[in-house]
């Protein structure tokens, strides 16, 4: 597998986010601790106009880093945030994170080098769930999240390789451009679902998707019924 410093190819990390004050700076220092070189990273954070102070905290991170960008998604959903983000990159690779998710050290060159090494159309990495809030329901949300009961096969809930493992699906996703070329951007009718609607299109032209072994990135769970069930 491909080494940090190897010619590595530019990799654009796209994150939709809107009113996320209180977790984006944690994920965007996340992605700037990776150990994945900065020379060849881009971050585009598409915000569906924040009223919270999320744009300040993005502005402040863009200016003091050139290849941080803050981009409006006026339309303030998700699957519009994506395919925004897809256009403007400028990446041979783009993956995708979401900005109440704070990733361990190595995660993109895990990632991108299952990508790069393993025929692989998509990556992604073990989430290791937490909760947004240590309440009762937040713990029991985590719980149903992380059990094979509640989940069934989603094994980047809770599997550890030790190789890179053949999936149904993945959290986010991380693959070359040519990928939305060949099977479409997201589906911008689809507000909660578009993740699944996309796998199921890669599945079915054939893709490949792989779970890149030490890949770990922590994602806070919502911790109340009402937002969680909404979700």
Known sequence: MARVGENWPLVSVIIPCRNEVRFIASCLQSVLDNGFPLDRLEI????????????????????????????????????????????LAKGDIIMRLDAHT???????????????????????????????????????????????????NLKYRFARPNEPQLVDTVAFFCCRRELFNRIGLFNERLTRIQDMEFKRRLALAGGKIMLAPGAFADYQARSDYVSFWRH
């Open 44 to 87: 585009l954070v598409l915000d569906g106009m924040s009223d919270d102070g999320t744009r300040e905290l993005v502005r402040n991170y863009a200016a003091q880093h050139s290849f941080i960008r803050l981009v409006d998604n006026p339309d303030r959903v998700t699957p519009y945030a994506l395919n925004l983000g897809i256009r």
């Open 102 to 152: 704070v990733c361990a050290r190595d995660y993109i060159t895990h990632c991108v080098g299952v990508l790069l090494n393993y025929g692989a159309d998509d990556v992604g990495g073990t989430l290791r769930i937490t909760p947004r809030d240590n309440t009762i329901a937040g713990r029991s949300i985590v719980k149903a999240l992380t059990q094979k009961f509640g989940v069934g």
